[in-house]
């Protein structure tokens, strides 16, 4: 089953690169169409699950309060004396469940927020048109948000901070990425991993935030994390803090996902991690390609872990695999 998941990898131009790892074994690690194993990838929109972590360190270290934070206690220069009632009860929640009630600066409002000159105060400004926690908005504002709020509370860079708390643990480079005009790196975007990086940042949440022996990341905060505070109107997928959730043949899986085909999947009840990455500049066939990528977990991935192998729920699917 596995090979056959790396054969059809292989013709889902423009995927790159697929791992597997089970358990404390990487059983599967492929690379096509030039990709190598040492080359850094942009993961997009994965970026702001990197994120969901240091949140959590920061609740635990005191940086942070909780999720019950308020916006106007955290950003309080920022909203420029913006109080309407509504905007006042966003919380830290809301930011992190993309819940926020606010505007969003993802999608045709992309543009225009990295062209303003403060992007804080430009996501805090957008209009509100739900109340908080009624709608999904995913907005890149919101996470880039926590990067700014991080690196203050931090008193230090979001890479060094998080170099220092997390990642040079778990030997996954921070490179510099994007800033915006006032120095804060972009939260939310242009992050860049390997793909074996990308699986040890998965590793440490399969294991409930333990790695090297340590707890390195509050195991309440990987729950809260893969809870199911929303759901997106556009993809029926649900939404925790910066983790997606969908049912795959009958597995729950949590996962990261960035623009063009970068994904880390996690399926927790077989101790299951997959990383999927897909070529930015060749993009045939795109508005099929993520959809052919949960067919190629659901299909061959699972199955090859589960006791009753069962995929009946995938047979229709096979053809868009070519099988």
Not at 108 to 123: D, E, L, M, T
Not at 251 to 257: D, K, P, S
Not at 269 to 277: M, P
Not at 279 to 304: E, G, K
Request: one cysteine or more.
């Amino acid at each position: 089953m596995l090979a056959r998941a790396v054969a059809h990898a292989e013709i889902l131009d423009p995927l790159n690169s697929l791992l597997i790892l089970h358990r404390d074994s990487l059983v599967t690690e492929a690379y096509f169409r030039g990709m190598q194993s040492d080359r850094p990838v942009n993961v997009k929109s994965v970026s702001k699950t990197i994120l969901s972590p240091l949140v959590g360190i920061a609740i635990r270290d005191s940086l942070l309060g909780g999720p019950e934070d308020q916006l106007v206690d955290l950003f309080p220069a920022d909203l420029d004396g913006d109080r309407e009632p509504e905007k006042v009860q966003v919380t830290l929640h809301h930011l992190l469940s993309m819940t926020t009630g606010m505007e969003g600066t993802s999608f045709r409002n992309y543009g225009p927020w990295v062209s303003s000159r403060n992007w804080v105060r430009h996501a805090l400004a957008r209009p509100m048109v739900c109340a908080p926690g009624r709608c999904m908005t995913y907005s890149t504002g919101n996470t880039h948000l926590l990067s700014v709020l991080l690196s203050r509370r931090a008193g230090t860079d979001l890479i060094s901070w998080g170099r220092a708390v997390l990642f040079d643990e778990l030997e996954i480079s921070l490179r510099p990425w994007d800033r915006d005009p006032q120095g804060h790196y972009l939260g939310g975007n242009n992050m860049r991993f390997t793909p074996r990086e990308l699986m040890r940042f998965g590793r440490l949440f399969l294991d409930s935030g333990r790695a090297n022996g340590r707890q390195l990341v509050p195991w309440e905060w990987i729950d809260q994390s893969w809870n199911v505070y929303t759901r997106s109107r556009w993809n029926g997928h649900r939404y925790g803090y910066l983790w997606w959730t969908r049912q795959m043949n009958g597995e729950t899986v949590r996962f990261a996902w960035g623009y063009g085909g970068q994904f880390l999947f996690l399926v927790p009840r077989l101790d299951l991690g997959v990383v999927v990455t897909s070529s930015l500049t060749h993009r045939p066939d795109d508005a099929r390609h993520n959809p052919r990528v949960y067919d190629l977990l659901a299909c061959y991935v699972i199955p090859a872990f589960r006791e009753d192998a069962g995929n009946g729920s995938c047979h229709w699917r096979r053809a868009s695999l070519g099988d």
